[in-house]
């Protein structure tokens, strides 16, 4: 689709998406990777954000019944959550990785309704975890979680799995494989590259 076109040329336009087989990113969670998306970079640009923003409200007003409230999650998750929210006239919630250890104690930020329809926007999906805690966290407090709404996503099977297993449903507004098509067809990306790109996405234990 155009809107995936367009936002990978972004991304890589920025420099939140990039790619490099021979030096691995290392994740957090110890994942050595040859690709990595920093999502964040773009709160620094006004048309990228704009797009991104105009393309999640696109989606967002197909949902039928009606969202009450769009959630961030924390952190990369929660300035396109308030673009979104601000631009749908929307109450906005945001919630953290974990309660807060002193005050109220909260983990969701803002005010939840039981009943309350929702989605979720998170910056990337990579194991999905951060995404399905949030998501959680507001099912506990009643929410109906309609759906999780993502930027990017590395088409991980493990992230797949787990949406699976605990009952969530996502998309996103592009991802791994449209990134590898647009990058092969504009001569960005050889063979060799690509092949060590695939092989990662299937097995990213093993590389």
Not at 27 to 37: A, F, L, M, Q, R
């Amino acid at each position: 689709m155009a809107e995936h076109t367009a936002i990978i040329m972004d991304l890589l336009d920025i420099g939140a998406v990039q790619i490099r087989p021979e030096d691995p990113f290392t994740w957090t969670s110890g994942i050595k990777s040859p690709i990595y998306c920093d999502n964040r970079l773009t709160m620094s640009y006004p048309e990228v954000r704009k797009k991104i923003k105009n393309l999640f409200v696109e989606r967002i007003r197909e949902v039928k019944p009606a969202v009450d409230v769009i959630a961030g999650c924390a952190t990369a998750g929660i300035p396109h959550a308030a673009f979104i929210a601000e631009a749908m006239d929307l109450p906005m919630v945001y919630v953290r990785s974990s309660a807060k250890k002193h005050g109220k104690g909260n983990q969701i930020e803002g005010m939840i309704h039981p009943g309350d329809r929702v989605i979720v926007i998170e910056d990337l999906i990579s194991t999905g975890q951060s995404s399905i805690q949030a998501a959680e966290a507001l099912r506990e407090a009643g929410a109906d979680v309609i759906e999780v709404m993502a930027i990017f996503s590395y088409g991980l099977p493990k992230a797949e799995e787990a949406f699976q297993q605990a009952g969530f449903r996502y998309q996103t507004l592009t991802g791994f494989q449209e990134l590898i098509r647009y990058m092969k067809a504009n001569g960005q990306l050889d063979e060799k590259a690509e092949a060590k790109l695939e092989k990662w996405q299937k097995e990213p234990a093993a590389y």
